[in-house]
């Protein structure tokens, strides 16, 4: 599996560019970079219910893309020349450069990827689409703290969850921020330094793709926080919002309603926990991650109100009869919502970049290692 370099990989379609071994890797242009950059927005999903793929083994997940984000060094390697120091972090931009050269990179990302895979049958056991759904809030949820009415509080996809667990807005995800963290130590340990923040995003994505959903392609060169926020609270939207609510909270942090309506799409698969016993089904098809969620949105159906409130909205019950209709729309703009919400709030002035490890095999995959 390897990660072309200047964007995702489906913008690397997009932009005609082939997809190539990080050895041979084509040198990235300041547009190229620039213009990847700036497909990421966001968005942020519901609270109050756990999402559940189904146990699915043998996924075949692709190749997967890795974006250099600094403007300073895409220009600087177009130029054909290195900088003579490492660039000034940008806010916003990933760093996958905190992790080495190409190939240090790409070994972060396989042996991250192979040990969330290796780690969901294992933990999981017999509630393995349980454990996989609690994976995928996480990534909703450590990025869905992001603010952009106030600068000052820098959230967003940062690996805050893990400092952020007893949030009320949290509850009901222990059981993946528990995995998460064991991980990221079972990581350390095979001296492959991954942030947590990059862990949870490529950990919500495998989650999808375990569920038949689309396989989404995350980069990396997300650093940490070393402290939770205060304000999950305030950002992450309320079962019980209106239409008008929630669409004023997504497009107040720079999210369109197609976002929205895409990421509110989650609920295709899982049980709510917003509710003390029995948690009820999200829709017909709880391990399944299919369009069904927006079929029985126009027939009146919908665990939350806030489900149902997309249908009372001219402009959001339009993209649900969309999503309805034609499943691979909803899934193109769920991977695409995704993929944005991951690049909210990264790499600004509280986060820190990961000690990268001296000696020894660097981030190569060891299944004993793994707490299972």
Same mark, same amino acid.
């Given at each position: 599996m390897s990660l072309p370099v200047g964007g995702t990989a489906s913008a690397a379609r997009l932009q005609g560019a082939p997809l190539r071994p990080a050895a041979r890797l084509p040198r990235p242009s300041l547009r190229s970079a620039t213009q990847a950059a700036h497909r990421v927005t966001e968005t942020i999903i519901d609270n109050g219910q756990d999402v559940t793929p189904q146990e699915h083994s043998g996924v075949d997940l692709g190749r997967r893309s890795l974006m250099l984000g600094a403007a300073t060094l895409a220009a600087a390697l177009g130029a054909g020349v290195s900088p003579a120091a490492p660039p000034a972090f940008a806010a916003g931009v990933l760093q996958p450069e905190i992790y080495g050269d190409e190939d240090a990179q790409q070994a972060v990302f396989d042996t991250t990827t192979k040990a969330v895979r290796y780690v969901l049958p294992r933990r999981g056991r017999s509630e393995v689409p349980l454990l996989a759904g609690a994976l995928l809030r996480a990534a909703f949820h450590d990025a869905g703290t992001f603010n952009a009415k106030d600068g000052s509080i820098q959230t967003g996809a #940062?690996? %805050?969850?893990?400092?952020e667990e007893k949030q =009320?807005? #949290? /509850?009901?995800l222990k059981p993946g921020i528990d995995v998460l963290v064991d991980l990221h130590q079972d990581l350390k340990k095979m001296n492959c330094p991954v942030t947590m923040a990059d862990l949870i995003q490529i950990a919500g994505a495998e989650s999808v793709a375990i569920a038949g959903g689309p396989k989404i392609k995350v980069p990396i060169g997300r650093m940490d926080v070393t402290e939770g926020s205060n304000d999950v609270m305030t950002q992450l939207p309320s079962p019980g919002n209106t239409a008008k609510e929630l669409i004023d909270l997504f497009e107040g942090n720079t999210y369109t309603t197609q976002d929205l309506v895409a990421l509110s799409g989650a609920h295709t698969i899982g049980k709510a926990r917003f509710f003390p016993k029995t948690p009820p089904e999200l829709e017909g098809t709880p391990k399944t991650f299919d369009n069904v969620y927006y079929k029985e949105l126009l027939n009146?159906?919908? /665990?939350? =109100? %806030?489900?149902? /409130?997309?249908? %009372?909205? =001219?402009?959001?019950? /339009?993209?649900v009869e969309t999503f309805a209709s034609d499943k691979s729309a909803f899934f193109k703009a769920f991977e695409d919502a995704y993929l944005k919400m991951g690049m909210k709030g990264i790499n600004a002035k509280n986060t820190v970049a990961p000690e990268l490890p001296s000696g020894g095999n660097f981030c190569r995959f060891d299944a004993k290692l793994i707490r299972a």
């Open positions: #940062n690996g %805050s969850l893990q400092y =009320p807005q #949290n /509850a009901g009146g159906e919908g /665990a939350f =109100p %806030s489900d149902r /409130a997309l249908v %009372s909205n =001219p402009t959001t019950k /339009a993209i």
